[in-house]
């Protein structure tokens, strides 16, 4: 699901630079200095990532209305196309032809033959669920809620042990991995909603928390190293 | 297409976000704290944006696998449910009765009926052509090529005159912008390729080209405010 794509890029993007940053201003030992550093790098962070997610959107949203209007063109100006059309849509599904006959003279009469087109030949939905907005706030708060939570040890340690904040920090931002590589992995797992094999239900529960738990383990170690590379980078040159 | 919006996401960060901090930094009033910084900070980016990406990519890819499970399941262990799922699958459109059972029948008894569903029940296309690792790239190139281009007059202006720098950057930012907002605007357009009215050929162009030009206005307002905003943020905090 869209939505779930956008949170990732957003909070594993939020995990990785803001930590690598607030872990460069640490050299400043003065955890204000990485506060509002942090803050700051956090704020604009979000609103270009927030943009970026609406104006991947926008981009859908356009390409969806240009193939609609195009469909209706085509529908228009060459109706000896349809019935072709129509059948290059079931061929892959190698159904014998006296079973698509009916359905191809229907659909092609049907006042909803565009609406099929979009979604069976060009494969887009009708209503995306994700509109740009929607999208850009996603990235947004993802990438805003990942950079915030490293930075929370910050407030709390006194202003010259930034070195304490630090180890929090990472302590924190290893937790955060690891909840969210197990959130990842159980959400993805859970919206495939047509299973229904209840005698299975057992062991896919055990299985569930494995592929999890094994989730978790993963972005732990990925983001882990993704960070240490921008906070390796950012110090071999800053 | 799904690469316009990786690409998209990319560019759109790294002409925002490098550009805020490459202008912060040249408050230093060196050109290579800002190059060094900038590069840092790019690459470090980079790799947390391909990550994300990646991330995203290989959550679609479970999601599909996991998805397909399911469906298999369902049609080995409830074929009693497959009919009335066929069915739901053609009611938006509204198609008369006969027409439609001659093909639940045969795609009930057909070997490719788990892909059948795949496709236009859960509208998951079957082999996506975005692997996690393309979107990975994508992304990261992006953001790489986004941020890389407000860094080149550093390269290129002497080591005190930062300002002037700075300027230049400013006007190969608004120039890069406008580029990716035309390029935007006419992939999107070019990718509907049904439109055959040849005889509208003419105006579309015009048409076309109008619409691309408003696109690259859009992207400098767009980008502008926000490498402003953050730029903003970063002073008044950092
Ligand atoms: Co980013
Ligand atoms: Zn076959
Ligand atoms: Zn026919
Ligand atoms: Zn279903
Ligand atoms: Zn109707
Ligand atoms: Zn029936
Ligand atoms: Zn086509």
């Keep these: 699901p869209r939505v779930l794509s956008d949170l990732t890029i957003g909070l594993s993007d939020g995990l990785t630079v803001p930590f690598a940053l607030t ?4 050299a400043f030992n003065d955890t204000k200095v990485v506060l509002y550093g942090g803050i700051a790098e956090l704020i604009a962070g979000s609103i270009s990532m927030g943009l970026g997610g609406w104006l991947a959107g926008r981009g859908e949203a356009e390409f969806y209305e240009n193939t609609l209007t195009a469909t209706k063109t085509l529908i228009s100006t060459h109706p000896a196309s349809i019935p072709p059309l129509l059948h290059s849509i079931f061929s892959p599904y190698n159904l014998p032809p ?3 006959s009916p359905i191809v003279q229907s659909l092609s009469k049907s006042p909803h ?21 929607s999208s850009a706030l996603t990235i947004a708060a993802g990438y805003f809620f990942g950079g915030f939570i490293p930075l929370l040890p910050y407030f709390f340690v006194s202003r010259n042990r930034v070195l304490l904040g630090l180890a929090w920090s990472v302590g924190v931002m290893a937790a955060s991995l690891f909840a969210f590589g197990v959130g990842k992995t159980v959400l993805v797992g859970a ?6 094999a209840q005698g299975e239900g057992g062991d896919r529960e055990k299985r569930g928390w494995g592929k999890a ?3 978790g383990v993963e972005m732990v170690v990925v983001g882990g190293v993704a960070a240490g590379a921008a906070m390796g980078i950012m110090q071999a040159l800053g």
């Design 213 to 215: 738990v094994r989730g």
């Design 98 to 100: 006296h079973s698509l």
């Design 191 to 196: 919206s495939s909603e047509e299973v229904e």
């Design 113 to 133: 033959l565009a609406a099929f087109i979009m979604q069976f030949h060009h494969k887009l939905p009708l209503s995306s669920d994700r509109t740009p907005l």
């Design 23 to 26: 872990a460069g201003l640490s």
